[in-house]
């Protein structure tokens, strides 16, 4: 795994700044460290339990100033989880927002229209209701594929379910 520091990192904050300016704050004021590392081939990025995010080696480009809309999304994406904290990141949920944010900036950064399954998702109400996460979960799996195992995520953050139970 490399650390990204200095000028690059500072190429990445003021990309992040124009794009989003809540994502480029949060990383300055929790120094979140950012690094590339081998992820499997199936993923950008990830987020780590250590508040850290590891972006893909192998697809990452050699200058930070090639960092193109979808990269910069995917770096919102995975801050957002940050923000979220484990609990509510490990959720669908958890994704719904981070999609939502993600896809949000790539449209904002690029003018592009989204696919039908993108603007619907984008569409749906953030909440706690089931039957809009299942709804979620369902189209993140058709956009994503069968790898991508939303299934194996529960709906709501296991704090939210535990109130909805007791
Ligand atoms: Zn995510």
């Given amino acids: 795994m490399k650390k990204i520091y200095g000028e690059k990192l500072q190429v990445i904050i003021s990309l992040l700044e124009k794009a ?3 994502t480029a704050d949060y990383l300055v004021a929790h ?3 950012i690094f590339t590392g081998g992820i499997g081939a199936s993923k950008s990025a990830i987020w780590t339990l250590w508040g850290s995010i590891i972006l893909n080696k192998d697809q990452y480009p ?3 100033t090639s960092l ?3 990269w910069i999304s995917v770096i919102c994406h995975e801050v957002c989880h ?7 990141a490990f959720s669908v949920y958890g994704e719904l927002e981070a999609w939502q944010v993600g896809f949000g900036i790539y449209q904002s950064l690029t003018k592009s229209q989204p696919s039908p399954l993108i603007s619907r998702l984008l569409q749906l109400p953030l909440g706690y209701d089931l039957s809009i996460l299942r709804e979620a979960r369902a189209l993140m799996r058709q956009h994503a594929g069968p ?3 939303i299934d194996l995520y529960p709906l ?3 704090h939210i379910w535990a109130k909805h139970i007791f």
Avoid: C, I, S
């Avoid at 940050?82 to 509510?88: A, E, F, H, I, K």
């Fill in 20 to 22: 989003d300016r809540p």
């Fill in 31 to 33: 120094k979140t460290p």
């Fill in 62 to 64: 050699n200058e930070e």
């Fill in 68 to 70: 193109d809309a979808w």
């Fill in 82 to 88: 940050l923000r979220q904290g484990p609990l509510t």
């Fill in 147 to 149: 790898k991508y195992r």
């Fill in 156 to 158: 709501l953050p296991l």
